[in-house]
């Protein structure tokens, strides 16, 4: 998709000629034995980075928050997450499939819900002949809702819940580097009200493969078992793990530029009178939209042949996500070319 403006998802950037470079000089060993260096040294700086006590290097977002459930739970425990969340609408059932759990959901406003939401879906423990409640579960930011920040209120009430309840709480932290860029909460701050968190490096971040997720020494032992189990032990991955490293020393700080260009491209949209965006929702570095009376794949069709790549996220809606492979020209011909369909 080389020629085309790209705003599917940033998940599609390439390894800059930095990164390659410092993928290319990784050193590297035999990371089941332990002996990568160069996994370790991510593992560290980014537990350091969480402020937990361990992190582990994981191939994918869903095997970081699967690795971190399965752990935290026996079969038959139900997990509390949004309706919207990752883990329940794109993860192929893997809570059911994975670890025997079920999910219990909570229609959250724009990805975002409360205790008082949650307080009442927490199961008796006398009631033997239910599911237990035993995760709750945030996503932060929230990708479905288009994006949006889940504020750091809302997640200390709902630790404290959790914790009343004895229950553990997980953040799908995909995207914490975009919350914690726009709101100037370091991630370690959000880390610290969870017991697991799992974050993408191949997301905004632009590494081309893997997770890490973080939590306590035992945690991360568990997960090191269970990762195994699950064919996720790798070797040489020190390669990978150079990329991870490269992308959180240097494209943390640059997120504020794809939130920019969001913005940018969300105020000139909803400036035409067939296209609704919902304005509250654009926070980070996504942007939802409808079209009225358009066909959404005609839509899509035509701004593919006129060289646009979006995606849809709900039936209806069209997504178009910033990234660092895209520039401010590239954003402003986007625009041109859905104005020159829509009108
Ligand atoms: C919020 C969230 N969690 C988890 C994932 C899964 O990441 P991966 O595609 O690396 O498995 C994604 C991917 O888009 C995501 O948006």
Redesign the pocket.
Known sequence: MNNFIDLR?D?VTKPSEAMRKAMFNAEVGDDVYKEDPTVNELEEYAAELLGKEAALFVS????G?QVCLNVLTQPGDEVICEKDA?IFQ?ESGSPAALSGIQLSLVDGVKGVFTPEQVEPLIRPESAYYMARTKVIEV?NTH?RAGGTINPIENIKALSQLAKKHKLYFHL?G??IWNASVETGIAPSEYAKHFDSVSC?L??GLGAPVG?VIAGSKDFIKEAYRVRKGWGGGMRQAGFLAAAGLYALKNNITRLKDDHIKAKTIAEKLNSIPCIKVDMDCVQTNMVMFTLGKINVDDFLAKCKDNGLLLSTGKVGVIRAVTHLDVSMEEIYKAIKIIEKIVL
Request: glycine share 6%.
């Open positions: 998802s998940t994918s977002g869903v095997m928050n990752h794109y996503e990708n799908d995909a995207r993408c191949s997301k997770s």
